[in-house]
DNA sequence: CCGGATCCTTGCCGATACTG
DNA sequence: CAGTATCGGCAAGGATCCGG
């Protein structure tokens, strides 16, 4: 995917556009952070600081900032309830469990392979 | 996963030290370049340059370093020929097949949620 | 509690040049 | 052809403050 090269020709012109558009797509996806946060979010619903929380590391900012472009592309809802103090809460659309179902597959994968990691890092010191 | 809190109690010291590499190993492949060397690699195997054309975008630099890290970790075998010009030729092994499996349900996700995801993005802009 | 804005530091990444 | 090393610009990301 997104890897292929296209000729000059017009007919080609909406399938480099859809092409783009899925590498800009995966790039945005593709980071450690939304990857995170999605698998967090998993089943439930979840506040600010709660994710903040459940993720060990991110910033204020890193999570902002990864939750709006989440949110641009349709995988979470935002939903805030007018009292105070302010009450924000996140859950996954449903394009958002679709992602995360294969996200689990790469978090058992690591799971799975911890052992031959460790492992091949040791062989690689030579 | 890689989220969780443990208590101070010794018994845990190597569940904590499994999680900190788990989170480690996520960090590493969870970024854009190395997904897509390994979808690129795919079955096949491929030699640096080919890597490089195929790759649209990498540079020569981001190439070799995703190379390295791939290989510390097991998931690319690296094999070079002896001969002028030198021909070095890279696969996926047996851990990075597997991978492979889910990083093709990252990209079929894409494709099937590209229009979810564009309209989306209009919507988001109010 | 949440999020935007601002400043400031760090390190990513591209360009270039050089070896085998 | 493949890989390493160095340098420099620029953007990512942390810390902090303020405003709703």
Request: hydrophobic share 40%; net charge negative; aromatic share 6%.
């Amino acid at each position: 995917m997104v890897t292929k090269q296209f000729s000059g020709s017009p007919e080609d012109a909406d399938l480099r556009r859809a092409d783009s558009l899925a590498r800009e797509i995966f790039s945005d996806i593709a980071n450690k952070w939304a990857l995170l946060i999605i698998e967090s979010l998993g089943g439930h619903t979840l506040r600010f600081s709660e994710l903040r929380n459940e993720i060990e590391g991110i910033s204020h900012k890193m999570l902002t900032q990864n939750l709006r472009m989440l949110e641009r592309n349709g995988l979470i809802e935002r939903t805030v309830h007018p009292v105070v103090p302010p009450r924000v809460e996140y859950t996954l659309t449903e394009a958002g469990q679709a992602l995360r179902v294969t996200i689990d597959g790469l978090c058992n994968w690591t799971h799975h392979y911890l052992g031959h990691i460790e492992a091949s890092r040791h062989r690689f010191e030579a």
